[in-house]
């Protein structure tokens, strides 16, 4: 076949190619868009059910130790698998609200970064009926940095933080012997 200006118009050896060619960049920049998006939901789930999980632990007792507190974190890190736990940051607080609806912190404990909350510290800005006059409640955070895998999608960290609020299950309070 001889080239010629009408054959070359006509010939469509090779067009698949240049349209895969054109839409390429396009489709991995979907693709790794949709992993990132993934990944980032899934790690903000696992960091709500980190706080929930330790508060829900905790919540199960009448009474805790340092020691147990630091047992029911390791569970915190053990629900963040697969993704690596060095961003992770929990704190659990009992809090207690006296007749008057004033909520003030009994005992708190923290781990990889947060402190803990000073004991008689008032606490504000709680959600409504989460706690009512003469009661007590766990209130358990978590906070968890995030770091794109590819780092060109998300270029900065996210940070995700989650609360959560148990009531205690055994007794009217869980007191620390030791906090």
């Known amino acids: ?8 118009a006509r010939d469509t050896r090779g067009v698949a190619a240049v349209e895969f060619a054109l839409l390429l960049p396009i489709l991995v920049a979907f693709y790794f868009g949709v992993v990132e998006l993934t990944q980032g939901l899934m ?4 960091a709500a059910h980190v706080a929930s999980t330790v508060g829900d632990l905790i919540s199960q007792n009448s009474s805790v130790t340092t020691a147990e507190v ?39 404990q923290a781990a990889g970064g947060l402190t803990k909350l000073a004991a008689n510290s008032t606490v504000a800005g709680l959600p409504t009926n989460v706690i009512t006059a003469n009661e007590t409640v766990i209130m358990s955070e978590s906070q968890y940095t995030y770091t794109s895998v590819f780092g060109q999608i998300l270029p900065t960290p996210i940070v995700f ?15 620390c012997t030791d906090c």
């Open 1 to 8: 076949m001889q080239l010629t200006p009408w054959n070359l």
């Open 43 to 46: 790690t903000q789930e696992r």
């Open 70 to 108: 630091t047992d029911v974190f390791s569970v915190g890190n053990t629900v963040m698998y697969p993704y690596p736990t060095t961003s992770l940051e929990m704190r659990v607080s009992s809090l207690s609200a006296d007749a008057k609806g004033n909520v003030t912190v009994v005992w708190s």
């Open 161 to 175: 933080k989650q609360t959560s609020y148990e009531h205690p299950r055994l007794s009217s309070s869980v007191t």
